[in-house]
């Protein structure tokens, strides 16, 4: 299932064969450590993306057949030759991280997407690199699945965000929607907020469906592991949706009867 702090990561799901244990926690350290480097500490923004940039050239090495001396890069790098893993989304994971820490708002849908395909479908496209299963409709419904976590976690946490002061609610549709910045900041939640959030709750369902052909077609562990993600993300938006989309009070999670119904209807797909 996927793991804290690194949205959506299966990491130590049961699922995952243990051959590729040593690989997917490889890929994870990369990830969630380059993550935390946006995100966590006290270090100027400078420094931030110095250290990202750090991480980039190692990238670099490794695609020139280097084995870097850090433990981090030298075990990633075993793992990319291994699996012939391609390098472009590792260094997308890098490019959404280096604006995180120089982007607090998106203006419009097309700019969050676009935030979206560098942050969170890389993570599905290195998982089908593993499987081998890397075939164009594969990586597009698994784009379409990645994207929609990831939109799901943000209307899960947009009050976390905003105490990070960070919106990524796109502006055009507080915008359309008459809510302004110091409205959201308040935390009321309005007709006119929920009018908002049922609507990015349906949009964010409607990608989530559209990539669900991806289950059925691949077998075995990674088809349930996929079946237990896009059920669980479905249920946290059936969350926001009976707390009447007030995200202010208390975040939306799953309880254990929700898992219960998640591994239920996984079944049923």
């Not at 969630?32 to 500490?41: F, K, L, V, W």
């Not at 976390?160 to 609610?169: P, V």
Request: aromatic residues 8%; glycine residues 6%.
């Amino acid at each position: 299932m996927p793991v804290e702090h690194y949205e959506n990561f299966p990491v130590a799901s049961f699922l995952l064969p243990r051959r590729l244990v040593p690989a997917v926690e490889a890929i994870y350290a990369f990830a969630r450590s380059a993550d935390d480097i946006a995100d966590e500490g006290d270090a100027s923004a400078p420094e931030r993306l110095a250290e990202l940039d750090r991480y980039g050239r190692a990238l670099d090495a490794i695609d020139a057949g280097a084995t870097p001396g850090d433990p981090l890069f030298a075990r990633l790098a075993g793992v990319v030759r291994a699996y012939r893993l391609p390098l472009e989304p590792l260094h997308d994971l890098l490019s959404a991280f280096r604006q995180d820490v120089a982007t607090s708002r998106y203006p419009d849908y097309a700019a969050l997407l676009d935030y979206c395909r560098r942050s969170a479908n890389p993570v599905g496209r290195l998982m089908l690199a593993l499987y081998g299963a890397t075939e164009e409709r594969n990586l597009r419904d698994a784009d379409a699945i990645c994207t929609a976590l990831q939109l799901i976690n943000f209307w899960q946490d947009v009050a976390i965000d905003l105490a990070k002061g960070r919106i990524y609610l796109p502006l055009e549709d507080l915008a359309r929607h008459g809510i302004g910045e110091d409205e959201l900041a308040a935390g009321p939640a309005t007709p006119a907020w929920r009018a908002l959030m049922r609507f990015e709750v349906e949009r964010a369902r409607a990608l989530m469906l559209s990539g669900t052909p991806l289950v059925r077609r691949l077998p075995g562990r990674i088809g349930w592991e996929l079946r237990l993600m896009v059920q669980g993300g479905l249920r946290i938006l059936e969350a926001i949706e009976r707390a009447e989309y007030d995200v202010f009070r208390r975040r939306p999670t799953l309880a254990a009867a929700d898992w219960l119904v998640v591994g239920w209807r996984a079944l049923r797909m």
